[in-house]
């Protein structure tokens, strides 16, 4: 059963509408606090000297300016909720997706039946920009290079990759955990920023101190900003 989990009550709409209730009960008590201030001035003020206009005017135009900005907050607090409760729902729905995320980590399994027959987990590659080279290289658990595969040139995005598990003299490599490094270099031979992208299954949403989550297995957990590709 996948659901979206609430770590430890955190709900940022909640939360941001008490928030903004009790700032709007704050300032209401310094509006009469205020008002009363105000008026005492105005009943004990000197006769021969008594407060100008123009200083009434400005310290109720002081008032009214604060008001104006605490209302101004607490408007973009109230959107801030919404944006919240929309990311929310919008991770939820990619629960059971397959995704692409900044990593290196691949594995290799082979099928029961034919053990020649292997599958490599899906990764990807994130391109910066425009290159007009861009190697993959797959290294194996003790960082040692076994395969290395030339992808044409390519304008900047992001790009799924597949590894059939074999060397680079066709041999089949055994099951186990593997890596991608990829380098990618324009021109003369500029480099150009490129990063590795793993793959992992969205199982479930949590809210943590760290902002929403994603729960992606084995992976590990990710942020709804470092998903690059929904496969």
Not at 2 to 29: H, I, K
Request: aromatic content about 4%.
């Amino acid at each position: 059963m996948t659901t979206v989990n609430n770590v430890n009550g955190n709900n940022p709409a909640g939360a941001a509408l008490a928030s903004a209730r009790g700032r709007v009960d704050l300032m209401g008590d310094t509006q009469d606090r205020f008002l009363t201030l105000l008026i005492t001035q105005l009943r004990n003020q000197d006769p021969l000297n008594p407060m100008e206009n123009d200083q009434i005017t400005s310290q109720l135009a002081q008032l009214s300016t604060v008001q104006g900005i605490q209302q101004l907050n607490d408007t973009l607090l109230g959107l801030a909720g919404q944006m919240d409760v929309s990311q929310s729902m919008q991770a939820a729905a990619l629960i059971g997706k397959d995704v692409l995320v900044p990593g290196s980590k691949i594995s290799l399994g082979s099928d029961p039946e034919n053990p020649e027959i292997k599958t490599a987990t899906p990764f990807g590659i994130d391109l910066m920009s425009g290159a007009d080279k861009v190697v993959v290289t797959i290294l194996d658990g003790s960082g040692k290079a076994v395969r290395e595969m030339e992808v044409d040139a390519k304008a900047a995005g992001i790009y799924s990759l597949e590894w059939d598990g074999r060397d680079n003299t066709g041999v089949v490599l055994p099951d186990g955990a593997y890596s991608v490094e990829v380098k990618a270099t324009i021109g003369d031979g500029a480099p150009v920023a490129a990063e590795a992208l793993r793959s992992g299954r969205v199982d479930s949403v949590a809210y943590t101190t760290q902002g929403l989550q994603l729960n992606l297995g084995l992976a590990g957990n990710y942020s709804l900003l470092d998903i690059r590709k929904i496969m």
